[in-house]
């Protein structure tokens, strides 16, 4: 159905040009307004500048450089993002009852804190979930994946730290050692240049910024301070800028508004901000545009479209918000050995991984030096089904090693020396499993609503997952880690929080159509991690960046629009009423 001819693709019809008429007697700030600088904005702002677009960023986080990113993780202010509590970090963490999730808040959105991995996922996601029906992915996907990952300036992780050759000696003792992989990354790393050796743009022929050859510090995550990791406001946001988009850092979106009283957004749309740093004198300001984008990740997306659906602002945005939200079934663990003769922090974030079965993956995830913060959140493992036993479990397993080794087990509970000792196995599943996202007063807090998690709980315990770190500890002579929010209340982290704002057929399935387009509205789009309707099963943003690809080739360049993009929905209920 979505494969065959689309009505919107043809020029201004006669509905369009009386849009136009009515919305070109206003001048717009913008052609397009972009929320949100993460992957899907990014590759919008710099396709849709290249289509000879006016377009705008509206950033929410700060602009980071190397001389203002933190040294160590317990540069607290500078690395997490709570405004209000006076932290303008790159990093946010919400807790949820089913899940913890982290995620970015920046110029370049989650790229500066992201570990770099850019993974395909496997061909079964493209035939599972609300999308599989909408396109012909398996043909399509390629060519996006393959611009993304020249955008992206994808290679495969050429330095192996010591974490990496253990993580392969573990899977050769958990007979798997055939499954070991290095990571695919998008970070510089030259093949025959001295490490930090600075390169004039290696990858956009002149038109991208120099460059330098990645130091294997570990420090991925808390934002590479060297020049070496390709985040990417050195690449597509970088060239969006450089041919004139522009990018307001520190102002968060808060209104959406349909122009002119047309209720679909056809006469174009009034975007709201205030200063996100701001405690008093917020600045609210007002832009207009003809289209939108909303790129505000998944969880920045869905919380924006609850807020403005029920403040009446976009009452039309589907009911299926929030709804088949993923996490890749994610669990944190992992081995610290106190005084191992090595640096476990050397290398990049995430240099390599194993599949321990067809369903489990898990990849060898540092931080740098000094940066030991963490090191308050990880325990001894514990085994076993979530609640009270297990707390119980776990308070006797601390016990019973306080005992048989009362110095290592203080020393590997404190934090001092984490970063060089600990190594995380990020383990992820690529079983089916979702979750479900409402705007609620929680019972907590009458007085505003939030987003609020429904539904089946994320497993935090996967005992094979719990036995790779067990063989893991064993060849350090250390001890093996859990999480201690996955212990005490059975939630599980994730980086990976995907879905929400689905691609489907229809407003009755999902909140987009397989273009991105939102249904119930005109020039409106939702690029980001929130469409993907499957668990991808592995790190999402390579996939993220790839469907932002493929949307933004569906949009004409300027001189051929006719603003009157619209949802397959919409239009197949137009033609049937033509047609009566
Ligand atoms: C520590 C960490 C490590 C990770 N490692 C990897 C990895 O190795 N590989 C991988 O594939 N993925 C990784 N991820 C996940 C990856 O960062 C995300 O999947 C990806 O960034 C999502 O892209 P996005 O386009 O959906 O949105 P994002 O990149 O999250 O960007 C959304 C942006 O929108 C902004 N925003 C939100 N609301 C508003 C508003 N109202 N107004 C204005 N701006 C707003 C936010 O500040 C943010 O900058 C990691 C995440 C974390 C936290
Ligand atoms: S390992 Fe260090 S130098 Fe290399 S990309 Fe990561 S932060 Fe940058």
Redesign the pocket.
């Known amino acids: 159905m979505a494969l065959g001819h689309d009505p919107s693709d043809t020029g201004p019809s006669d509905n369009a040009r009386s849009d136009n008429a009515r919305s070109d007697k206003r001048p717009f700030d913008f052609d397009f307004i972009v929320?949100?600088?993460?992957?899907?904005?990014s590759v919008s702002a710099h396709r849709l500048v290249e289509k000879g677009y006016k377009v705008a960023v509206?950033?929410?986080?700060r602009r980071w450089t190397p001389d203002n990113l933190p040294r160590t993780s317990w540069s607290i202010h500078r690395w997490f993002w709570r405004p209000r509590l006076g932290l303008r970090g790159f990093?946010n963490m919400r807790l949820f009852r089913h899940a913890t999730i982290?995620?970015?808040?920046?110029v370049g959105?989650?790229?500066i804190?992201?570990?770099?991995?850019?993974l395909p996922p496997p061909q079964k996601v493209w035939t599972s979930g609300s999308w599989s029906s909408l396109a012909d992915w398996q043909s399509e996907m390629p060519r996006h994946y393959e611009t993304a990952s020249n955008m992206l300036g994808l290679t495969e992780n050429k330095i192996l730290g010591p974490a990496d050759h253990l993580l392969q000696k573990a899977a050769d003792a958990s007979g798997v050692g055939h499954t070991f992989y290095c990571t695919k990354v998008g970070i510089f790393q030259s093949a025959d240049g001295t490490p930090g050796q600075t390169f004039l743009d290696p990858f956009f022929g002149g038109e991208g910024p120099a460059r330098s050859a990645c130091i294997a510090c570990g420090g991925c995550?808390m934002g590479c301070r060297h020049g070496a990791k390709n985040t990417l406001d050195l690449n597509y946001l970088y060239l969006a800028e450089k041919h004139g988009a522009k990018v307001f850092p520190e102002?968060?979106?808060v209104d959406v508004r349909p122009l002119d009283g047309a209720s679909d957004g056809s006469a174009g749309y009034e975007v709201s901000t205030v200063k996100s740093i701001a405690w008093m004198h917020r600045q609210p300001r007002r832009f207009t545009c003809r289209a939108v984008v909303f790129?505000?990740?998944?969880l920045?997306t869905m919380e924006?479209l609850f807020r403005l659906k029920e403040k009446g602002s976009l009452p039309a945005v589907s009911g299926e918000l929030g709804k088949h939200v993923r996490t890749n079934s994610e669990s944190l663990i992992g081995a610290r050995t106190p005084g191992y003769s090595q640096d476990l922090s050397q290398g990049i974030a995430?240099g390599s991984g194993v599949y321990i079965d067809e369903h489990t993956h898990i990849e060898a995830v540092r931080y740098p030096l000094g940066s030991d913060a963490m090191g308050f959140l990880t325990t001894i493992l514990t085994d076993g089904s979530p609640g009270p036993r297990r707390i119980a479990l776990w308070l006797k397993n601390v016990m019973g090693s306080m005992l048989r080794h009362p110095f290592k087990t203080v020393r590997v509970l404190q934090p001092r020396g984490w970063a060089r000792e600990f190594v995380i196995l990020l383990c992820m599943q690529a079983l089916e499993g979702e979750i479900e996202m409402r705007w609620q007063h929680p019972w907590f807090w009458p007085f505003h609503k939030f987003l609020v998690s429904r539904g089946e709980k994320v497993p935090t315990y996967i005992p094979k997952a719990n036995e790779f770190a067990k063989k893991f500890a064993q060849l350090t002579g250390g001890f093996a880690m859990s999480m201690l929010p996955e212990i005490l209340f059975d939630v599980p982290g994730t980086?990976?929080c995907i879905g929400g704002c689905v691609i489907a057929d229809s407003p009755g399935h999902g909140v987009v159509d397989h273009r991105h387009r939102v249904f119930g509205y005109k020039n409106m789009y939702i690029c980001?991690?929130s469409v993907v309707a499957a668990n991808l099963g592995v790190?999402?943003?390579?996939t993220?960046t790839a469907l932002a690809e493929r949307a933004m080739s569906f949009i004409a360049p300027k001189a051929e629009t006719g603003w009157n993009d619209a949802p397959l929905a919409i239009v197949h209920a137009k033609v049937h009423a033509d047609a009566g």
Do not use: Q, R
Request: hydrophobic fraction near 35%; charged fraction near 5%; charge should be negative.
């Open positions: 929320i949100g600088s993460g992957f899907g904005g509206m950033e929410m986080g990093f982290f995620h970015g808040c920046a959105g989650g790229s804190t992201y570990a770099c991995t850019l995550m102002t968060k979106v790129s505000a990740s998944s920045g924006l995430i980086a990976h980001d991690g790190n999402p943003s390579f993220i």
